[in-house]
C-alpha cells in the first residue's frame, strides 16, 4: 500500500492539534483538501484513525498505532534528507565521541582515519574521559557514542544503553632493560609500588585509574616526572627515570626500538575489553551509525 508522507504529517498535526481546521492550517492547505485526504486515507486503510467530537478529534486505538508509525516514518525521511544534505557537501555535521586515554591513544586513530576519508562532510569531536565519564556522557546525551571499559556497570542508567565489542586491551609496566623486575617478567602491581614511576599528566583518564589502583593498596605512586604521551613516557623509563603503565600496545611498538622491557601486570584490572556504547543504535545519525559499523568492522 502507498503512504503519502503529506497524509503522515496531516494525522500528526491532527492528533497534536486535536482539530482538522488547525492542522489544515499549519500545512497550510484547505480544510476541505484536509478533510479529503483523512477521508481518502481511512478508505484506502479501512479504519477509522480519528474520532470526531464538538470540541475536537482524537485517535482512535487504531489511529494511536498509525500515528506511532508515521512519526517514526517522518523521522527516518528527515534523517534520510540530513543525511543526503551531508553526502552532497549541502551541509556537514558532527560526530561527539568519548573515549578513556587507551582507546584515545591506541585504538581510535588508526580507526577513524578510514571513516573520515570517506565520509569527508563529517567532523568528530572527540573527547577523553574516565570510561565512567564516557557512560554519562553518553546516557545524558552529551556525547553520540564513547568507548569505556567494558567492566563498567552499564545496568543501572535510566533507560539503558548499548554497548558493543571494540577492542581487547591490556595494561603493562614497561620498565628499563636492566630493571629488576625486567628478568621476572611478570608481577602484582603492588610489587612495583616501591620504584618510582614516570607518569601522564594528572587529569589523563588513565593515569587517574593507575593513581586509584594504588591508593586502594595502600601506596600511593610516586610520579617524578610526567609525560603528555606514551612515546615521551617510553623514552624517560628507557634512560632509566622510572618505571610506566601503558597499554601493551603501545609498550610492544616501544620496547622495539628502545632499552626497554615489558612485565605483565597479573592483577584482574590490568586486562581490559574496550567496548563502544550508545544511547540508542537506531536514534543515531545515519553517519554516525556508519561510524559504529567502522568500529565494530561491520562495515
Known sequence: MHFDLTDLRLIVAIA????????????????????NRLRHLEHRLDVTLFTRHADGMAPTPAGRIALDHARRVLGEARQLDAAIDALAGRARTTIRL??????????LPPALGPFLLDYPEVDLEVVEHPS?????????????????????????????????????DRL???????????????????????FPFVGMPAERAMQRFVEEMATLL?????????APGFSALAQLVSQGVGLAVMPESAAQRHSESLPAAIVTLDDAWATRELRICV?????????????VGYLTGTV
Not at 98 to 107: D, G, H, K, L, M
Not at 132 to 148: I, K, M, S, T, W
Not at 285 to 290: D, F, P
Open 16 to 35: 497534536e492539534s486535536g482539530s482538522l481546521s488547525r492542522a489544515a492550517a499549519s500545512f497550510p492547505i484547505a480544510l476541505s483538501a484536509a478533510s
Open 172 to 194: 603493562v609496566l614497561f620498565v628499563p632493560a636492566d630493571h629488576a623486575l625486567a628478568e621476572r617478567g611478570h608481577c602484582l602491581f603492588r610489587e612495583a609500588l616501591g
Open 98 to 107: 568519548a573515549a578513556n586515554t587507551v582507546a584515545n591513544s591506541t585504538y
Open 132 to 168: 565512567q565519564e564516557v557512560l554519562r556522557a553518553v546516557a545524558a546525551g552529551d556525547a553520540d557514542l564513547g568507548v569505556l571499559d567494558g567492566n563498567v556497570v552499564t545496568a543501572d542508567v535510566p533507560g539503558g544503553v548499548v554497548t558493543l565489542p571494540f577492542r581487547h
Open 279 to 291: 544511547r540508542r543504535l537506531e536514534a543515531l545519525s545515519a553517519q554516525a551509525r556508519q561510524l
Open 218 to 226: 595502600g601506596r600511593p605512586l610516586t610520579v617524578r616526572v610526567r
